[in-house]
């Protein structure tokens, strides 16, 4: 077998992790993105009914972005990409940070 490229994920070839399995074999896709911009509110649809919450604001450049620029985005169901502000978001990385913050205490 040839060298690993760097470039290629590990499920290229046939390495997956937990994550990867919920993706690809799986089929755990984003449905719908929502915005909340006077709220700083991102919403997340997963096609398992499941909702994902996030700060804008935790997104620099979707911090600055207008609603016109929130709204100009494409789904191709595992990542999500805005042109006008160039930012790329993955739901691999979403599910990675939610499964990281679990168990951590909530603050009131």
């Given at each position: 077998?040839?060298?690993?490229d760097q470039?290629?994920?590990?499920?290229?070839?046939?390495?997956?992790?937990?994550?990867?399995?919920?993706?690809?074999?799986?089929?755990?896709?984003?449905?719908?993105?929502?915005?909340?911009?006077?709220?700083?509110?991102?919403?997340?649809?997963?096609?398992?009914?499941?909702?994902?919450?996030?700060?804008?604001?935790?997104?620099?450049?979707?911090?600055?972005?207008?609603?016109?620029?929130?709204?100009?985005?494409?789904?191709?169901?595992?990542?999500?990409?805005?042109?006008?502000?160039?930012?790329?978001?993955?739901?691999?990385?979403?599910?990675?940070h939610e499964?990281?913050?679990?168990?951590?205490?909530?603050?009131?």
């Amino acid at each position: 077998m040839d060298e690993k490229d760097q470039n290629k994920p590990d499920y290229f070839y046939g390495h997956m992790d937990a994550l990867d399995k919920i993706i690809y074999k799986d089929g755990l896709r984003i449905k719908q993105i929502y915005f909340g911009k006077d709220l700083d509110l991102m919403l997340i649809l997963l096609n398992n009914k499941k909702v994902m919450k996030w700060a804008i604001s935790n997104f620099k450049l979707l911090a600055t972005a207008s609603e016109q620029q929130l709204n100009n985005f494409d789904n191709d169901g595992i990542g999500i990409y805005w042109p006008e502000v160039d930012e790329d978001l993955s739901l691999r990385g979403f599910l990675q940070h939610e499964i990281a913050h679990v168990d951590k205490p909530l603050v009131m």
